[in-house]
Nanobody
Framework: QLHLVESGGGLVQPGGSLRLSCAAS????????IGWFRQAPGKEHEGVLC????????NYADSVKGRFTVSRDNAKNTVYLQMDSLKPEDTAVYYC??????????????????WGQGTQVTVSS
């Protein structure tokens, strides 16, 4: 059974950094795109970044360009979301989901599955 677990969230001051992890169990990430999405209170899910099995990535949100990067370690079956220069508006629950194929085939939250429980990121002074 496909299962993803997000971790690494927490409370950070504006301008700070966090690295989120998305660990897979029950399947290999080798042939899956992993999408990072977030949901702030009262808002819809917002796409952040996606990384294909090749390592190529697609940015879903202009607001994180130049600040967030995504990487993967297939040997560890884990995908990472490095978040730098965090802003209060980045506060949300962050989720990772899997989709079979490259990122360019997927753009919507509903394209992905095997969601974990999410990890809370709070940016506040």
């Amino acid at each position: 059974q496909l299962h993803l677990v997000e971790s690494g969230g927490g409370l950070v001051q504006p301008g700070g950094s966090l690295r989120l992890s998305c660990a897979a169990s029950g399947f290999s990430l080798d042939y899956y795109a992993i999408g990072w999405f977030r949901q702030a209170p009262g808002k819809e899910h917002e796409g952040v970044l996606c990384i294909s099995h090749s390592g190529a990535s697609i940015n879903y949100a202009d607001s994180v360009k130049g600040r967030f990067t995504v990487s993967r370690d297939n040997a560890k079956n884990t995908v990472y979301l490095q978040m730098d220069s965090l802003k209060p508006e980045d506060t949300a629950v962050y989720y990772c989901g899997a989709a079979p194929g490259p990122c360019e085939y997927f753009s919507d939250y509903t394209d992905f599955g095997s969601w974990g429980q999410g990890t809370q990121v709070t940016v506040s002074s």
